[in-house]
């Protein structure tokens, strides 16, 4: 019973930087896939009373969810888990940055990828030697540093209120 309350309240934290969708009907509860009611058990109850769209992302989560191996959902979990720890404040700050992820050109997001699996890929001394380095670093060095690696993107205009920011998103996270 634990683990199924966990399992929706992870699927909550996933489906939380999803776009709703419009025009999606309700769906009754015993039209969902038995795999689905399984991950989906703690809406049971109050199921018909959620917005349409609601349902369709917590259907998408679940099905997310039943695809995963056993390493990717304690991976989940362990995000989830994280997720739980952060203040609201930090967990409004991450849906902002997810939010303008969102928004960027496909060239630009995967230009962030890239750059996130490539750090990522380094052993965790090098990232934390990095992480300062990038901390200490002016735009310009930064720009230096990315072009260099292959992750320059094209010049932008620094977010509103957040001066000489001209990057979401930093190697360390």
Known sequence: MIRLFAA???????ELPTWAQSGVPA???????????QVLRPFEETWGQLPPERQERLRNGARRWNNMSPE???EARGRFQEWQQLTPEQQERIRQRFQHFR??????REALRRARQWFRSLPPERR???RERWRSMSPEERREF????GFDLPP???PAGR????RPGRPDR
Do not use: K, T, V
């Not at 929706?8 to 996933?14: A, I, Q, R, S, Y």
């Not at 928004?103 to 630009?108: I, N, S």
């Not at 990315?146 to 690696?149: D, G, L, N, T």
């Not at 001066?163 to 001209?166: E, F, I, Q, V």
């Open 128 to 130: 934390q030697e990095l």
């Open 156 to 158: 932008r205009q620094a």
């Open 27 to 37: 769906l009754p509860w015993d039209q969902l896939s038995p795999q689905e009611q």
């Open 146 to 149: 990315r072009q260099q690696r």
């Open 8 to 14: 929706g309240l992870l699927l909550l934290l996933l």
């Open 103 to 108: 928004q960027l050109p496909p060239e630009e």
């Open 163 to 166: 001066p000489g920011h001209s």
């Open 72 to 74: 990717e959902r304690r």
